[in-house]
Each structure stands twice: as C-alpha cells, then as structure tokens.
C-alpha cells in the first residue's frame, strides 16, 4: 500500500469546515484512498473512501486532485464531537474483493482537535 | 447488529501470566483482524483470518502470541507468558466480502505489570 502523510495536528473552531490534508504521491492506479477516525478511548471508525472522484456521505466530503497524489477530507461544520485522529489510509479496493482487503496499514494520523 | 464485541474491557496481570483477549465480529462477515495500540508504535496489524484460518501473521511480534479462530463467530489472542512490554490496547475488527470498510470493536486495554 502507499504511504502517506498528513499534518501532526490541526485546530478547527466549532461550526466551521475542518479541512485535512493527505499526500500520497506514490498511489497506484488500483489504490483507493480511505479515511477512518479514533475518537479518544475507541475503536477506529470508517469516514468515507473514493478512487478519482469526489466523494460525499452523511460524515464528509472527499476532494481528490486530478493527479490523485494528495486528498483532503473536509467536515462541513465541525463539531465538538469531531475531535479526534484522523487516518488516510491508502490500499486497494475492488467489487468481490474478500473482507481480508480491508487490512489496514495505519500512520501516524492528524489529531484534529475542535474548540469553542 | 452489536457490532464487534471484544471481551474484557479492562484486563489487568502479572508479569508471567497468561492472558486472553476475546472477539466476536459481526455476523456474516468472514475477516476478522487483530490490531494492537501503543503510543510509540500506533496501531499495529497483528495477524488478520479470512473464513477462519489464519492468512498473515507477519505481525505477530514474537511466539508468546498466539491467535485462532475456532469458528465464524468468535477468535482468541493469547499471551503466554506476558511481560510489561505487552501492555497496549488491542483492537478487534471485521469485515466480509464485498463490504468496503472494516468495522473495530471498543478494545481490550491490557496492563501487565
């Protein structure tokens, strides 16, 4: 899988779009980019994945450039709750892969924290 | 769904003992991953079974780890004997064919003192 790497940290005041940023200059055309968090005290959870488009859910946004060698998660409106470490994660992913594919190499992350 | 259930919580021991952390994935998946969580090494892949049976275990640190799948529904990692080293929190997740995403259980913070 690609390495990447992201910010140590990042501040963000509640209400506003927290933006994280990801480089991952040496992604494979196969490789999708995955994005998981860790709330303090918990498990990792599951944000939003894309390959080349951009990508939204309920929880974010995906912006990935044209050349696919960075990508940023943007929360819309950031809340208390949201602080966390978030994880971009790049491996790959294809239809009628087995569960084993979601094996996950996971850096050092972004503490993202958000404040009043 | 419950979701991943890892048993206990809290888990607390002597140095020399051994200890059994727990899992049950979530039901109809058929991937289940060890992970485990320190502060100077992050979260480490330990060992992942796809349909039971053990594919990569190339992060199993050493011999005194020990993990199996006796069926679908439930896995065990042993640590025979533990040392202080070993303290960390390990993490249990699953996943199953077609699904995108893995799916992590609450923990097991293990201090072995």
Request: glycine share 8%.
């Amino acid at each position: 899988d690609a390495k990447t790497t992201q910010p140590p940290s990042m501040d963000c005041a509640e209400g506003r779009a927290a933006n994280l940023p990801c480089n991952h200059s040496t992604i494979s055309g196969n490789e999708y980019v995955y994005w998981y968090r860790q709330i303090h005290s918990q498990g990792p959870q599951y944000i939003i994945h894309g390959l080349k488009n951009n990508e939204t859910n309920e929880m974010a946004s995906l912006i990935i450039t044209e050349d696919r060698k960075s990508s940023t998660l943007i929360l819309p409106h950031a809340t208390l709750r949201d602080t966390a470490v978030y994880y971009c994660i790049v491996r790959v992913a294809r239809r009628g892969l087995t569960g084993g594919g979601n094996k996950l190499t996971f850096g050092t992350g972004t503490q993202l924290k958000v404040e009043l | 769904d419950a979701g991943v259930i890892q048993s206990p919580r809290h888990e607390v021991t002597e140095m020399g003992q051994e200890v059994t952390l727990r899992c049950k994935p979530i039901s109809g998946h058929n991937s289940l991953f060890w992970y485990r969580q320190t502060m100077m090494r992050g979260l480490e892949l330990l060992i992942y079974f796809n349909n039971n049976v053990p594919i990569d275990d190339s992060g199993m640190p050493e011999d005194r780890f020990s993990a199996k799948m006796p069926n679908a529904s439930f896995s065990t990692l042993k640590i025979q004997p533990s040392e202080p080293r070993d303290s960390a929190v390990y993490f249990c997740a699953s996943s199953g064919t077609g699904i995108t995403e893995a799916f992590f259980g609450q923990g097991t913070r293990l201090t072995v003192v």
